[in-house]
């Protein structure tokens, strides 16, 4: 089907993609790594093969290959904030922790609407014990996406942790104001 597809279709970066991430789920890694290169060489701005190939890379433990396309695919498009997550794991997995936290940032200044990137550095500022830093950088990632749950799920998480019973009340009345519920309320016949 995929081989159809392509035939008709070689420009399709995202058949590319699905063909290449099928056959990596199969355990056929270089055949995988095959299609991605072939997908780059008909599509080179297509920035989700870069990626997938760099995690590919990165599960299989080639960091250095793995850096190399993450950093063509930020190359070709710095907005996607899921490319800086992935640049972030890789130096995670070379035990390049300051430049975690650099790269982190360089991904919220890039994409500031990405809500992964605030919880991801905010979890970086919390294993490095900067509790305020890691509060501050979620509160700003609900102001500028006030309806991602999980950001509120992560303020929630490290309030408990440091037991800010006050900061937890103040929160969940933030959260009630916008997703127009409340956790302390009775369930209703409604929701059973």
Known sequence: L????LKNSPTHGA????????ESWKGNVGTARILFAA??????????L???????ELQHG??????RLIGEALTRDKRNG?????????????????LVGLILRRGIECAPGDAELYIAL???????????????LLEKGMEINPLHAPLYHSLAELEARVFNIEGLA????????????????PPTDEAM
């Not at 997908?39 to 989700?48: L, T």
């Not at 870069?50 to 590919?56: G, N, R, T, V």
């Not at 080639?62 to 850096?67: F, H, Q, R, Y």
């Not at 899921?82 to 300051?98: F, P």
């Open 82 to 98: 899921s490319g800086w997550l992935v640049a972030a794991q890789i130096e995670e997995k070379m035990d390049n922790h300051g």
């Open 39 to 48: 997908g780059i060489e008909k599509c080179p701005n297509h920035v989700p």
């Open 170 to 185: 103040k929160l969940n009345k933030r959260a009630a104001e916008i997703f127009q519920s409340d956790v302390n309320a």
């Open 50 to 56: 870069y990626q997938a190939w760099a995690c590919l």
């Open 15 to 22: 058949l590319w993609l699905a063909y290449g991430t099928l």
């Open 62 to 67: 080639d960091v250095i290959t793995a850096k």
């Open 122 to 136: 905010a979890d970086h500022e919390i294993s490095r014990g900067k509790i305020d830093s890691a509060r501050e």
């Open 2 to 5: 995929f081989e159809c597809g």
